[in-house]
């Protein structure tokens, strides 16, 4: 890709881009949110068509790439979010659009075969009959790999897969990569994760506000050297934890029972306590209730037994509204859905919950300059961009859609805030700010429970863990016991916590 050009309207995501891959290799792509990775991406996966500039698959040049062009071209793509069909099973979805028919019936023996041949090659553990709600978010991954590859993919894209996934089932990303790589196969690899970068790449590709900043091999660089190429200067993520002074308990759970998605997020009892002035992390594979649990606590979800008390008082089953007037912030982990509206600007998304306070409004109207000012602090504080607050948040990267909704959270009081996920997909230096942030609401005095996928984030900031496995609680420990293999462990369900054993 040479000299690529993408606006949207005003906004020119990709300036210069530039971008080659070689035959063989794991090249990862990396810059900042908004750099214009999912973009660059996206145009050679034929998702958008270029401005200008040329892109040669194989030595050619094609023009007018469409997503079918480019998996007739050998080139794959696995979004960040999965487009799999829930209803339908794995099999089915593999094969989707591109099902090989006997007479004008589909032949799913033949298509089984030829999806089996994969599976068995890349040792994927993959279960073919089972429906897409049954599986797990590493599972689903394997499978639109499985995907790309029945429909002869040389080279496959990765946007962020890893943000999703534990350790453990990283690993076996990697191992998988790894073995496509040796046979031949070209991986882009996007990712926030400069540890994760540094494990697996041949080569790095740097881009910075919508430029090509360079490319550089692996054994020649250094995470403090990619850091600087990605914003121009250091980045300390080892934020200094501050100590808990817990005080009184803000968030009481006591023996909470609700409905699931699926059969293992149904949650089954569980009890917990959040004081003021300390972070408790909920870590667990997603899928294991977290979700659920959250929007039990947050009234999107009927509570089918059990109490919630938020500072003394009991919200049980209240509206949305109710809770958050009675003092609860909420970061919600789907940003897109329930944390914004994409149809209104950056200002108005800030004061979203807030409407009825001054310096908002005067009377009955809002009050136009002291919305923006309020819009224009916040931007820069969390490093919003663009930095306009008439920017409509539909246009967003994901990152910066992302602290939008942080920002407007942590700037209004509460007792409690609920951050789910609260920098996923989020670029480096925006987790150091997000991380201090979290640890700041903390030392105010504000009780924080945090659920996040990223046992780096829960260990860097919790006070206590409590990790989720099928809806239940499988342990707990203060930060202090915790650690990558032991937190992993339970997350997998080993280790469950019995009745009338000792939980901190
Ligand atoms: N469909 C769109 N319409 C308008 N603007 C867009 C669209 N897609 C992306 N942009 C803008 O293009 C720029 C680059 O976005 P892109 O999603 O490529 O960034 P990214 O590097 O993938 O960031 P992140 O790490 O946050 O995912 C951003 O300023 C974004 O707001
Ligand atoms: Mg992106």
């Known amino acids: 890709m040479c000299g690529i050009q993408k606006c949207f309207g005003e906004v020119k995501a990709v300036r210069n881009g530039n971008f080659n891959l070689k035959k063989g290799e794991i090249h990862s792509l990396i810059g900042e949110n908004g750099a214009g990775k999912s973009t660059m991406m996206k145009m050679l996966y034929g998702m958008y068509a270029i401005d200008a500039g040329e892109i040669k698959v194989g030595g050619q040049v094609v023009e007018h790439l469409t997503p079918k062009i480019a998996i007739d071209r050998g080139i794959g793509m696995v979004h960040q979010e999965f487009m799999l069909v829930n209803e339908l099973t794995v099999l089915e979805n593999i094969i989707l659009g591109f099902e090989p028919r006997k007479g004008i019936t589909i032949d799913f023996e033949k298509a089984r075969e030829n999806v089996q041949k994969y599976i068995d090659q890349y040792q994927m553990d993959i279960q073919l009959n089972k429906k897409i709600n049954q599986i797990t978010v590493g599972e689903a991954q394997r499978v639109e790999i499985i995907k790309t590859l029945t429909r002869g993919a040389e080279i496959i894209i990765l946007d962020e897969p890893t943000a999703v996934l534990t350790p453990q089932e990283a690993r076996r990303l990697f191992e998988i990569l790894e073995n496509l ?124 037994k059990g109490k919630v008390f938020l500072d003394g008082k009991d919200i049980t089953n209240l509206s949305v509204k109710k809770i958050r007037k009675a003092g609860m912030n909420h970061i919600p982990e789907d940003r897109n859905t329930r944390g914004l509206n994409r149809s209104l600007s950056i200002k108005e998304n800030l004061i979203a919950v ?151």
Do not use: C
């Open 181 to 304: 790589k040796q046979d031949g196969k070209s991986i882009v690899f996007i990712s926030h994760k400069l540890n994760e970068v540094m494990q697996i790449s041949d080569r790095i590709s740097v881009m910075r506000q919508g430029e090509y900043i360079g490319t550089v091999k692996k054994e020649d660089t250094s995470p403090v050297q990619l850091t600087k190429m990605m914003i121009g200067r250091e980045v300390f993520l080892n934020i200094e934890h501050k100590k808990a002074k817990a005080g009184v308990p803000v968030l009481k759970v006591e023996e909470l029972w609700t409905s699931g998605e699926k059969e293992i997020s149904k949650i089954r009892g569980i009890s917990l306590e959040v004081k003021s002035g300390e972070i408790v992390g909920i870590a667990g594979i997603d899928g294991n209730g977290q979700s659920e649990f959250i929007e039990a606590l947050t009234g999107l979800r009927k509570i089918e």
């Open 354 to 504: 807030q409407l009825d306070k001054k310096p908002f409004s005067k009377g009955i109207l809002l009050n136009e300059s002291g919305i923006t000012e309020h819009a224009k602090e916040l931007i820069k504080k969390f490093d919003i961009r663009p930095q306009n607050p008439d920017t409509i948040t539909q246009s967003m990267s994901g990152g910066n859609a992302q602290k939008v909704v942080v920002a407007r959270e942590v700037s209004v009081a509460g007792k409690l805030l609920i951050a789910s996920q609260p920098t996923r997909g989020v670029d480096i230096g925006a987790i150091e700010s997000i991380r201090s942030i979290l640890q700041d609401v903390k030392t105010k005095g504000l009780g924080v429970l945090l659920v996040s996928a990223d046992l780096e984030e829960i260990l860097s900031l919790s006070d206590r863990i409590v990790v989720m496995h099928e809806g239940e609680i499988a342990g707990s420990m203060y930060a202090e016991e915790a650690n990558e293999e032991n937190l992993g462990l339970l997350m997998m369900g080993g280790n469950k916590v019995r009745e009338g054993e000792e939980k901190h």
